[in-house]
């Protein structure tokens, strides 16, 4: 058994749509980044490349590489899921919370789990992700931001 935490933050700006779990969410804002800027499936990202030791997101993905730039976090997610199984390791269970002001994410969390647990070729029950505000605190309060995080456990094969 491993664990594994990730983290990602990301701000919000005009002209950008908001993906989060691989769901598009309408709202006037998206996340600033190199890619989709997901920041719910980049905090999964690192938490299972951290589970394995294999550093971050970061490093295997380059903000340099044109290569990812405006793609899915989904599609990375699907490469660390490789990085995995060649580990030989299996996610045991995932937990994640998205920290953000606006929009309202409770109606858009059943699809985000739909979407990692098809990635990751695991069951919906394995997978917990949910949402909180930070109370009107900082800048996320302040609706200028995103974060994430996630806790993961992975099982050996």
């Known amino acids: 058994m491993k664990v594994g935490i990730g983290y990602d933050i990301h701000r919000l700006v005009k002209g950008r749509r908001l ?3 691989g769901v598009e969410i309408p709202f006037e804002k998206g996340l600033f980044g190199h890619s989709d800027a997901d920041v719910l499936t980049h905090s999964i990202c690192d938490a299972i490349l951290g589970a394995l030791g294999k550093g971050d997101i970061g490093h295997h993905f380059p903000n340099t590489d044109s290569r990812y730039k405006d793609i899915s976090s989904l599609i990375l997610l699907g490469k660390v899921s490789e990085i995995m199984t060649e580990a030989n390791f299996q ?9 953000a002001e606006k929009p309202y994410l409770a109606p858009y969390i ?3 789990e739909n979407n990692i647990s098809r990635v990751l070729k695991i069951g919906r029950g394995k997978i917990n992700i949910k949402a909180t505000t930070n109370e009107g605190l900082g800048w996320i309060g302040r609706g200028e ?13």
């Open 19 to 21: 993906v989060l779990g």
């Open 91 to 99: 996610v045991n269970n995932l937990d994640s919370v998205i920290i």
């Open 110 to 112: 059943e699809e985000m």
């Open 145 to 157: 931001g995103i974060a994430a995080y996630t806790i993961v456990s992975l099982r050996e094969l």
